[in-house]
Nanobody
Framework: QVQLVESGGGLVQAGNSLRLTCTVSARASNGVGWFRQAPGKQRELVAAISASGASQNYGRSVKGRVTISRNEDKRNEDKVYLQILRLEPGDTAVYYC?????????????????WGQGTQVTVSS
């Protein structure tokens, strides 16, 4: 069973940056995505990366302020990072990472089989 654990969320002032980390329990040949869901809104794609890390896709609402990257750390854990620059109050949401069933970049919610519990990001103005 694949497990994904998000970390790095918290309360941040507008204009600052934040890096979220998704730790994946098993090194799989699958793409990973970061999604977010604000209260009363639908879950939306923030960024997605392929299994190899060579390809990325970004959601329109964050394009230009977000970078997704992926590597395997010294303990052979698969880590997927989401760097968000110039945070805005509109970025306030629960951020989830998920693993898709494809090696290529996947952008649809239905492409993803495994989800983490989420980490809250709150941006104060």
């Amino acid at each position: 069973q694949v497990q994904l654990v998000e970390s790095g969320g918290g309360l941040v002032q507008a204009g600052n940056s934040l890096r979220l980390t998704c730790t994946v329990s098993a090194r799989a040949s699958n793409g990973v995505g970061w999604f977010r869901q604000a209260p009363g809104k639908q879950r939306e794609l923030v960024a997605a990366i392929s299994a190899s890390g060579a390809s990325q896709n970004y959601g329109r609402s964050v394009k230009g302020r977000v970078t997704i990257s992926r590597n395997e750390d010294k303990r052979n854990e698969d880590k997927v990072y989401l760097q968000i620059l110039r945070l805005e109050p509109g970025d306030t949401a629960v951020y989830y990472c998920a693993m898709s069933r494809y090696a290529a970049v996947a952008t649809g919610l239905s492409d993803y089989d495994y989800w983490g519990q989420g980490t809250q990001v709150t941006v104060s103005s």
